[in-house]
T-cell receptor
Framework: RKEVEQDPGPFNVPEGATVAFNCTYS??????FFWYRQDCRKEPKLLMS???SGNEDGRFTAQLNRASQYISLLIRDSKLSDSATYLC???????????FGSGTKLNVKP | DVKVTQSSRYLVKRTGEKVFLECVQD?????MFWYRQDPGLGLRLIYF???????EKGDIPEGYSVSREKKERFSLILESASTNQTSMYLC??????????????FGPGTRLTVT
C-alpha cells in the first residue's frame, strides 16, 4: 500500500470555481503534512503546511482529518494561474524525511 | 532566496555508462536529498544526507550511490546506467533533518534518458 495516495485527476474547472482535493495517508502516526505545487516541467514548491486546526492562506484552505487519515486542499475563486499539479506530502516521523503523493492535476479554463 | 542548482537539465547516456548528477545549494542547509519522479509514482527518495560525509538510503537506493564531500554539494552516481533509470531526477535541500516541519527546496531537475 502506498504511503500517500491522491486522485491523479485531471480536475477541469472554469475560472472562479471552487475545487477541492483530498489525499489519504497510511501511517496514523504521521507528524507533518504539506501541499506542494508543481508547474509543468518545473520543480515542486511549497504551497502551504497543514496544521491540525486547519489553516488558510488567501484563497487556499488546508484541512487535516487525523481520524480518517486524510488531508484536503480547497481552492476558492480559481485563477488560470492555479493550473498545476498539487502534491500531497506527509512526514511519518519527527525527521525531515517525506513521502510524496503522485499529484493531482488541476486545469483552470477561461 | 534559496537556490538549488543541478548540473544538467537534460542528459542522454548509454546503458552501462557511469553517470554523475551534481547538486549544489547556497543556503548552508544541513540536509540534501535525491529523488526520482516518474509518472504515476510521484517522487521517490533515493538517498539523503544530513551532514558532510553522512548518507542514508532512501526507499529505492539500488543501482545508485551518493557522495557528499562538502556541505553545499551532493552528488548522485549511477554506477552502470540501465534503461529503467530513465527518469526525472530532483535534488532538494532543507535546513535540518531533525525537524520535520522544514520546507524542502528543489532544484530544477535533470531529465536523464538511458538508451
Amino acid at each position: 500500500r502506498k504511503e500517500v495516495e491522491q486522485d491523479p485527476g485531471p480536475f477541469n474547472v472554469p475560472e472562479g470555481a471552487t475545487v477541492a482535493f483530498n489525499c489519504t495517508y497510511s501511517n496514523s502516526a504521521s507528524q507533518s503534512f504539506f501541499w506542494y505545487r508543481q508547474d509543468c516541467r518545473k520543480e515542486p514548491k511549497l504551497l502551504m503546511s497543514v496544521y491540525s486546526s486547519g489553516n488558510e492562506d488567501g484563497r487556499f484552505t488546508a484541512q487535516l482529518n487525523r481520524a480518517s487519515q486524510y488531508i484536503s486542499l480547497l481552492i476558492r475563486d480559481s485563477k488560470l494561474s492555479d493550473s498545476a499539479t498539487y502534491l500531497c506530502v506527509v512526514n511519518p516521523s519527527n525527521f525531515n524525511k517525506f513521502y510524496f503523493g503522485s499529484g493531482t492535476k488541476l486545469n483552470v479554463k477561461p | 532566496d534559496v537556490k538549488v542548482t543541478q548540473s544538467s537539465r537534460y542528459l542522454v547516456k548509454r546503458t552501462g555508462e557511469k553517470v554523475f548528477l551534481e547538486c549544489v545549494q547556497d543556503m548552508d542547509h544541513e540536509n540534501m536529498f535525491w529523488y526520482r519522479q516518474d509518472p504515476g509514482l510521484g517522487l521517490r527518495l533515493i538517498y539523503f544526507s544530513y551532514d558532510v560525509k553522512m548518507k542514508e538510503k532512501g526507499d529505492i537506493p539500488e543501482g545508485y550511490s551518493v557522495s557528499r564531500e562538502k556541505k553545499e554539494r551532493f552528488s548522485l552516481i549511477l554506477e552502470s546506467a540501465s534503461t529503467n533509470q530513465t527518469s526525472m531526477y530532483l535534488c532538494a535541500s532543507s535546513l535540518s533533518f531533525w525537524v520535520s516541519t522544514y520546507e524542502q527546496y528543489f532544484g530544477p531537475g535533470t531529465r536523464l534518458t538511458v538508451t
